[in-house]
Nanobody, 115 residues
Framework: QVQLVESGGDLVQSGGSLRLSCATS????????MGWYRQAPGKQRELVAV???????NYADSVKGRFTISRDNAKNTVYLQMNSLKPEDTGVYYC?????????WGQGTQVTVSS
């Protein structure tokens, strides 16, 4: 059974930091591209950051220089370090795992940034 479990979401003041984690099980993690997406109220889900199986990364323009995605293949876990948080970063953050036709999602973790 595949599971992606996000954690680390919280209420934080503008300018603060959070570190999200996504622990996975039931997949051969090292083969998967891992991504973080977010969905703000009334908006579509959007890509925040992605890390390929080889470690290359891509970020949404809105988070470049503030967020860092990383992975630990020994722990089957992907992280998102978020610094200099802004109110517009508020939303539910979802973890995603993709490899070939496989595409899995976590249940999400809430991040709220107060101004």
């Amino acid at each position: 059974q595949v599971q992606l479990v996000e954690s680390g979401g919280d209420l934080v003041q503008s300018g603060g930091s959070l570190r999200l984690s996504c622990a996975t099980s039931g997949i051969n993690f090292r083969f998967y591209a891992m991504g973080w997406y977010r969905q703000a109220p009334g908006k579509q889900r959007e890509l925040v950051a992605v890390i390929a199986s080889g470690g290359s990364t891509n970020y949404a323009d809105s988070v470049k220089g503030r967020f860092t995605i990383s992975r630990d293949n020994a722990k089957n876990t992907v992280y998102l370090q978020m610094n200099s948080l802004k109110p517009e970063d508020t939303g539910v953050y979802y973890c995603n795992a993709k490899w070939r036709a496989a595409d899995y999602w976590g249940q999400g973790t809430q991040v709220t940034v107060s101004s």
